[in-house]
């Protein structure tokens, strides 16, 4: 029949159609920020998380090498035939490092060493023993934790404690045994300079806590580049000054 107007449209299946889609569409989107969300805080999580167990050892380590200085010390000048130190390694190493020169030299005569220092290194951090000190160091920047047992004054005592590493150089993983024994306590070797000026110098990769240690206790303290290592010389103010040797045998295991 002509004339009647259209019969009117359903528009239920199409406003049903059209709040389906929405609801996808903002399902999608929450989920995708759940999902940037718990990303960014996994990912800064595991980070904080690794930088605090890092830090941990390292802490660890240097209570450790505390204890490693004192056993060494006990041989060194106590009497002891040897003592161990237990170190915790995990994702770390412990390692023989490049010799460090320590030398003592006066108008009539002089003294110089090559000693090796003991390296725990964590995530590029180190903990270092050498010569009866221990170093923290990062980078290019180092710090002393524990001076060596000079003494100085009218008559200066300068120890240089000679560790070498036999055998294996360097473990990793677990716990390892460190020992310490004086080579052969009968042969402990004494020099007496008593003609001035007497000089000290230690030559190493890591010069900065050597100088400030010099600076405390010397003066005309100057520092030599050559290459990686520097050579850290400073003045000794004393009427005599005396050198005691110890050659160290340190073993891992």
């Known amino acids: 029949m002509t004339g009647q107007p259209p019969p009117p449209r359903r528009a239920v299946e199409s406003d049903g159609s059209e709040r389906a ?55 060194v000048n106590r009497g002891s035939p040897a003592r161990s130190t237990t170190l915790r390694l995990s994702a770390a190493t412990l390692r023989a490092g490049d010799p460090v020169t320590v030398n003592v030299s006066s108008a009539n005569g002089s003294v110089s060493r090559s000693v090796t220092p003991l390296i725990y290194e964590l995530d590029g951090n180190e903990i270092v023993y050498v010569d009866g000190a221990v170093l923290r160091a990062q980078g290019g920047n180092a710090a002393m934790l524990a001076a060596p047992n000079a003494r100085f004054g009218d008559v200066a005592l300068v120890p240089v404690v000679d560790t070498y590493v036999p055998g294996t150089a360097a473990v990793g993983g677990g716990r390892t045994l460190v020992t310490a024994r004086v080579v052969d306590p009968e042969r402990r070797q004494v020099d007496r300079y008593t003609e001035a000026p007497f000089h000290a110098n230690v030559t190493t990769t890591r010069p900065g806590p050597w100088e400030r240690y010099f600076d405390r206790h010397c003066t005309n303290v100057t520092t030599a580049a050559a290459g990686a290592r520097t050579t850290v010389s400073c003045q000794l103010n004393a009427s005599t000054v005396v050198v005691q040797r110890t050659a160290v045998r340190v073993t891992f295991r």
Request: proline content about 0%; hydrophobic content about 50%; charged content about 15%.
């Open 21 to 75: 889609v929405s609801d996808v569409v903002g399902f999608v989107l929450v989920f995708s920020l759940i999902t940037i969300t718990v990303a960014l805080v996994y990912t800064s999580g595991v980070g904080s998380l690794q930088d605090a167990r890092t830090a941990e050892q390292l802490d660890n380590a240097q209570m450790a090498f505390d204890v490693l200085r004192s056993n060494v010390d006990d041989v």
